[in-house]
């Protein structure tokens, strides 16, 4: 099963695409994380992206790109995935969909996780990361609206797009995701 999961910052996406690899045993490519670890270890991709994800803007496409591209070649995608965080451009998700057929694959659902405002703003402020400034989070949120929406369009427009409350407890969120997945997964 090939997931993508979308949510702006704070929506709960990562505690849900673990909920889903202890489930379905797919793994959890979060490009936030990827990008944040790179970072850590100053590899040339992490000196590249640094500057981006310290002002809250979005990384190049292409770099974002070719780093899933490569993650999705490895042994423990081929039974499906969850992607977290990617793709969040339109040029993101066309890449995506290329390299999928390519392998005679593709997304069989997207997820979409939603939360107001109002509620991603006090769980952002209220987890500490380093990109979780009040400023960040607003940019963050701002290109959320304009560039990963289009991209959730995109989705909606394919039938592929289901939109799930983002409220309540993690369980009661899991609950309505899998609900919502293909009956034979
Ligand atoms: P996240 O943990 O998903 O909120 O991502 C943290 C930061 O990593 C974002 O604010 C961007 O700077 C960068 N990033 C993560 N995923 C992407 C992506 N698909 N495209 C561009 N930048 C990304």
Known sequence: ???????????????????????????????????????????????????????????????????????????????????????????QMDVLEEALREKGKKIDKVISLDVSQEVLLQRTMGRGRADDNLETVKRRLIDYKNLTEQAKKGYASRGLLVVIDGLGTTEEVFERILASLPQNS
């Open 1 to 91: 099963m090939n997931l993508i999961l979308f949510g702006a910052p704070g929506a709960g996406k990562g505690t849900q695409a673990e909920n889903l690899w202890k489930r379905f045993g797919i793994p959890h490519i979060a490009t936030g994380d990827i990008l944040r670890k790179a970072i850590e270890e100053g590899t040339a991709l992490g000196k590249e992206v640094a500057p981006y994800l310290e002002a809250g803007k979005l990384a190049p496409d292409v770099l974002v790109s070719d780093l899933v591209l490569d993650r999705l070649k490895a042994e423990d995608c081929r039974g499906g995935f969850v992607l977290d965080g990617y793709p969040r451009t339109l040029p």
